[in-house]
């Protein structure tokens, strides 16, 4: 029977490849000459994800956008997922902010520590010497080309969203030779995500191996509660998520998890919204059968722009090195926090490791010196796999809740 099993769920093949991977980069020493090789399914699953990222942000946001069916239609979408988005973030933060003032980890640290703190090898240079307004300018694709060159989510996703209102607005013989185009381009996308899926259990294992060797088991320990506290915020965000999905969505909780675990592991293990959002567009439509205008648009939109685990993850270490560095925030600083992770969390990339990048600029506002990323720098690895997968958890859930409040009448989607 197990075997069986194994034989028809991938994400239990996945899940066991997980296991393993751990299991090995723990017990097994692999020599440096093996690594490369060790390694190379798990870069080559992501490249292959990687590599549909702009054709399919394009095809989906414009297939998303034009299948509203109209601009009227298009702004109801619009003016209900901006807000959502900017709420779940602000209760993220909220979760982040409380439990780390609560059990105050900060006070626990190993003042010795303090001591060994180096400044971090983290590159902040692109983030820094940009005022709002220019912030603001940069998302637009002036270069469509470039944009893509960069992958510059954000802006292709603007993009997507220009072309999409020109084909409601254009309604001619060639918007539908140029739908055709896009609808091909998605389906042959979604069939390299097929593809990569096959090699998934591998490449998991591959990325575990890779992970787990480049953190080192020692640095995990003394910041125990600290991570505890991020993983308790994660935990309490996933339930906000599943009430959302009860409530707002009307479906069975456990069969939403069911049917989005194959991203949540794959978020976990790319540490990439951005890698993920193939399988997130695979599950929406295979397994939450979504409509199309919600998940087109609200997909690659929310893994570009709604990151609640990123969000609560920065409060939570902002929150933290203020307690190690003695800075007491007043109720005025602690607002500013708050709005300031939510601009952030917004900016930030879908890419590995970038949270904890965004989160200097974050600590600069409130009076913490950036070196104190150097203590926290360790278990970011850790930390980041668990964020990504609520960030992709809440893109789904927001999907769902706007399938629901958009298609009222159509209950064929209901898990
Ligand atoms: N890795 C995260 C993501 O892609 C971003 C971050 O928090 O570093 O969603």
New binding site residues.
Partial sequence: MPLNMLKTHLWLRILVGMVLGVACAVYVPIPDAMIDWVILPGDIFIAMLKMIIVPLVLSSVVLGVASAGSIDALKRVGIRIIPYFIMTTAVAITIGIGITSIVKPGLLIDQSLMGEISAPAVDTSALEGLSVPQRILNIIPVNPAEAQLNKDMLQLVILGIIVGIAMLSIRTKATKTVENVLVFTQDASMMVVNWAMWIAPVAVFSLMVKAISSMGLSAIAGMGVYMGCVLAGLLIMMLVYLVLVRVLAQRSALGFLAGIRDAQIVGFST????ATMPVSMRVAEENLHLHEDIRGFVIPLGATIN?D??AL?QAVAAIFLCQVFGIDLTMGETLILLLTTIGASIG?P???????IVLATILGGIGVPPEGIGLILGVDRLL?MC??TI?VTGDLTASAVMDRLLHPDDVKGAV
């Fill in positions: 540490s990439s919204s951005a990151m685990g990123t993850y930030t879908a890419l590995p490791g970038v949270g904890l980041d964020r990504t960030n």
